[in-house]
């Protein structure tokens, strides 16, 4: 096993293909967190890390900018409109038929027509939500009263670090290895590991350590558990039919068709962060208001939603209805069917057509449950642990992890299918 690691490894620094898709990667990632370096003029620090350590939702939306919200960067609200318009494109599959229809049946075209119109989309809300983080950390004394004329430019290259993020991350898809949104993602919490380290280290206690040890021993139940539940699949058995053509006797080989626990992946989590973070936003902003009524009913949002079970409870709803609804999206029982047939296969003790698509569909509805549940206690793990301990950086810690676990594995299959093609 060690041979073949060893060999692969190889093969990546000697195919110069495979070794240009990695260097662009690192090279675009490095561009981003120059990036993400830059704040935007006028910054009160000390307002700011109250305001972070005081609002768990906007400590998610650090994680969607890769770390750029933490000092207000151009790039201060990230991939978040990339991923609410991808969100809403998915929404209308549902509610548009043509949309569904394109998405589905049209393939690669069909698809790459599909993202177009979500990159268009990211546009308008990316300048809405610039337009209500600012206004949000104006309220609050972060950023200073601006003239019409400097809020506007600020609106502007805060948008545009939205599209510019978007558009390193489609490059990063299309020329490198990998998924580039995930990677941005993945590279902002890589990126913060640094000073949480340094941050334990300052503030270690010895009184502590049993503590220490049970977070520890949990991280390395996360990472098994995430791994199992990634590459766990429920082999289906596939035949084809045996057709004579002259002298040729073609087909009779036997198969299977692998049917993924998990097959929604780490998106569950991102678009259920994504949604939670609009609440607690508009909410924040509302309680701002001069209008009594108004005010107080956002200020009771607000606290409703900062308590931790409260929102642990909405986070594992949207986990788990999300794993079902990514599932429903990418894998259509009825299409499956359709191929299977249309390619001269079917399942064995299973008649073609609409009983296959019947029997796929309650398969794939069992052993969704499976990963939808797995996910929705991964997800609320971290703040059942925080509401016993006390300590307030599990939240993001428990989730950035499971990001990063999800995002390590695909992108080590993605590199192992590209080195398997070139070694043949």
Known sequence: M????????????????????????????????????????????????????????????????????????????????????????????????????????????????????????????????????????????????????????????????????????????????????????????????????????????VSQI????????????????????????????????????????????????PLRVNQAGVIPIIFALSILLFPQMIATFLAKSSIPFIASAASAVVSGLANQWIYGGLYFFLVFIFTYFYTAITFEPHQVAKNLQKNGAFIPGVRPGGTTAEYLGNIITRITLVGALFLGILAVLPIILQGITGITAVTIGGTALLIVVSVVLDLVKKIDAQTSIREY
């Not at 650090?62 to 998915?90: D, K, R």
């Not at 539940?229 to 073609?250: H, W």
Request: net charge neutral; glycine share 10%.
């Open 2 to 205: 060690m041979e073949t690691f060893l060999r692969k490894v190889k093969l990546v620094f000697e195919d110069e293909t495979l070794r240009t898709r990695i260097l662009f990667v690192l090279g675009a990632l490095v561009v981003f967190r120059f990036l993400a370096a830059i704040p935007i003029p006028g910054i009160d620090a000390t307002q700011l890390e109250a305001f972070l350590s005081n609002n768990q939702f906007l400590g998610l939306l650090n994680i969607f900018s890769g770390g750029g919200f933490s000092n207000l960067s151009i790039m201060m609200i990230g991939v978040s409109p990339y991923i609410t318009a991808s969100i809403v494109m998915q929404l209308m599959t549902v509610l548009i038929p043509k949309l569904k229809e394109m998405y589905q049946e049209e393939g690669d075209a069909g698809r790459m027509r599909f993202m177009q119109y979500s990159r268009y989309l990211t546009v308008p809300l990316a300048f809405v939500q610039a337009f209500g983080f600012l206004l949000l950390l104006q309220q609050n004394g972060i950023v200073p009263a601006l003239s019409p004329l400097g809020f506007a430019t600020n609106v502007f290259v805060i948008a545009a670090g939205a599209m510019l993020i978007m558009w390193i991350g489609e490059l990063v898809s299309e020329f490198g290895v990998g998924n580039g949104i995930s990677l941005i993602i993945f590279a902002g919490i890589v990126a913060g590991i640094p000073s949480s380290v340094s941050q334990f280290a300052f503030s270690f206690d």
């Open 210 to 257: 049993p503590t220490y040890v049970g977070f520890t021993a949990a991280a390395a139940l996360i990472i098994a558990g995430v791994v199992f539940i990634t590459e766990a699949e429920r082999p289906i058995p596939v035949t084809y039919a045996r057709r004579v053509r002259g002298t040729k006797v073609l087909g009779g080989i036997s198969t299977y068709l």
